[in-house]
Every structure is written in structure tokens, then in C-alpha cells.
């Protein structure tokens, strides 16, 4: 399943260079899948794009944003639950158009 990021963010954005998906994204700025530039999903706090995160699947065993995270904003998404076959999808994807 996709990580999500809570209220309980504050923007620090230490999360964002652990990602190896290219995932999480500033308030207010659009996120990009290939060429594609698409809507913000959150205009308050830092976000996650549900469709570029593999859970860091394809990279790493455990999701790495959220040991860094401060204040524990990082949790599964419990409205997207994956498949370790889904997830493999996505990443398969993700290096096809680019992250
Ligand atoms: Fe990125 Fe991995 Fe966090 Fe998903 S779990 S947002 S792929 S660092």
C-alpha cells in the first residue's frame, strides 16, 4: 500500500531525499509522473504521491521515510492497499516513464 503523510506534518521535508521513487512532493507543488506534471495533492504540508510509491519496493525492504520523520507523520494508507504483485507493477512503471 501507498505511505501517507498526516497532519502531523510539519514540512521539514527530511523524508524527501530518502525516497528512491522521486514520491513525496512541497505543499502546493504539482508532482510529476514522466512527463506529466499533475495537481498538488496537498496544498498544507508535505505529501506523498500514492501513485509513485512502491513502499520503497524494487529498493529497499522497509519504507524509508518514515524512520526519518520527526514526528512520526508517515503511516500506511489504509484506503490503498497493495499487493506485493501491485506494487511490482508500479515500479515496473515507474522506471518505464520515468519518476
Ligand atoms: Fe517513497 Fe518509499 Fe516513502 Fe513510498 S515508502 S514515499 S517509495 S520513501
Redesign the pocket.
Known amino acids: 500500500m501507498?505511505?501517507f503523510i498526516t497532519d502531523d506534518c510539519n514540512s521539514c521535508n527530511a523524508?524527501e531525499i530518502?525516497?528512491?521513487?522521486?514520491?513525496?512532493y512541497n505543499p502546493g507543488d504539482p508532482w510529476i509522473l514522466g512527463s506529466e506534471e499533475r495537481p498538488a495533492l496537498n496544498d498544507e504540508h508535505t505529501y506523498?504521491?500514492y501513485d509513485?510509491?512502491?513502499?520503497?519496493?524494487g529498493?529497499?525492504d522497509?519504507?524509508?521515510?518514515?524512520p526519518v520523520c520527526p514526528t512520526d507523520a508517515?503511516i500506511m494508507d489504509p484506503d490503498r492497499v497493495e499487493t506485493k504483485e501491485q506494487l511490482a507493477a508500479k515500479k515496473e512503471n515507474l522506471d518505464k516513464v520515468g519518476r
Not at 530518502?18 to 513525496?24: D, K, T, V
Not at 509513485?52 to 519496493?57: G, I, Q, R
Not at 522497509?62 to 518514515?66: G, K, T
Open positions: 501507498a505511505l523524508c530518502e525516497c528512491p521513487n522521486n514520491a513525496i506523498i504521491a509513485k510509491c512502491t513502499e520503497c519496493f529498493f529497499y522497509e519504507p524509508q521515510c518514515v508517515i
